[in-house]
């Protein structure tokens, strides 16, 4: 399948807000399952978010209430409202199909003042 491509990052301060894009072609993406995942620098690759069909969401402890998921169906995309951002929030963010397939560029995240 076609590679995701992630957009959406930024320079943002402490508490500010990002919305990132991921597009993933796939033949019924109603049905795919897509992950969000960061990678801070000299650190691994970990994951933040997943949606799956039914509109089943989870986030990992350390985005709970501050980042949000949301898809359109339609255009392939899943989103991910980012709030209340962190400077430990910055990172690469990666999106990824669920099993992963080929990895995007993703798009960089820094929240600094």
């Known amino acids: 399948q076609e590679r995701v491509v992630e957009s959406g990052g930024g320079f943002v301060q402490p508490g500010g807000s990002l919305r990132l894009s991921c597009v993933a072609p796939?033949?019924?993406?109603?049905?795919?399952?897509i992950a969000w995942y960061h990678q801070a620098p000299g650190q691994q690759r970990e994951w933040v978010a997943s949606s799956f069909a039914g509109s089943i969401i989870y986030y990992a402890d350390s985005v709970k209430g501050r980042f949000a998921i949301s898809r359109d169906n339609a255009n392939h995309t899943v989103f991910l409202q980012m709030n209340a951002l962190k400077p430990e929030d910055t990172a690469v963010y990666y999106c990824?199909?669920?099993?992963?397939?080929?990895w995007g560029q993703g798009t960089q995240v820094t929240v600094s003042s």
């Open positions: 796939a033949v019924d993406f109603r049905f795919t399952a």
């Open positions: 990824n199909r669920i099993p992963n397939q080929a």
